[in-house]
Nanobody, 121 residues
Framework: QVQLVESGGGLVQAGGSLRLSCALS????????MAWYRQAPGKQRELVAV???????NYADSVKGRFTISRDGAKNTVSLQMDSLKPEDTAVYYC???????????????WGQGTQVTVSS
């Protein structure tokens, strides 16, 4: 059973910073890509940033230059440093990881429970 637990959300003023963290635990063989998604009220969940097992990153255009994704392979964690936050960044942020738990199950996506980020103007 793989679990992802996020932390670090909260309320911040526009222009401020927050750091989200996500820890993966459980029984698994390999962690492939790890990512952060977000979902604002009334909107679809969208990809914010992704980092591969080799450390390659990709960002949504709306957060490029402001957000930085990183991961610690030894600790099985992924973080999202969010700077210059804007009110439109307000959303529930979800951690995601593509994980191989066994040869039989293959690669499957796992999700955290989500953490609220609210940016006030």
């Amino acid at each position: 059973q793989v679990q992802l637990v996020e932390s670090g959300g909260g309320l911040v003023q526009a222009g401020g910073s927050l750091r989200l963290s996500c820890a993966l635990s459980g029984s698994f063989s390999t962690i492939n890509a790890m990512a952060w998604y977000r979902q604002a009220p009334g909107k679809q969940r969208e990809l914010v940033a992704v980092i591969t097992s080799r450390g390659n990153t990709n960002y949504a255009d709306s957060v490029k230059g402001r957000f930085t994704i990183s991961r610690d392979g030894a600790k099985n964690t992924v973080s999202l440093q969010m700077d210059s936050l804007k009110p439109e960044d307000t959303a529930v942020y979800y951690c995601n990881a593509d994980v191989v738990t066994s040869i039989i199950t293959g690669l499957k996506p796992y999700w955290g429970q989500g953490t609220q980020v609210t940016v006030s103007s």
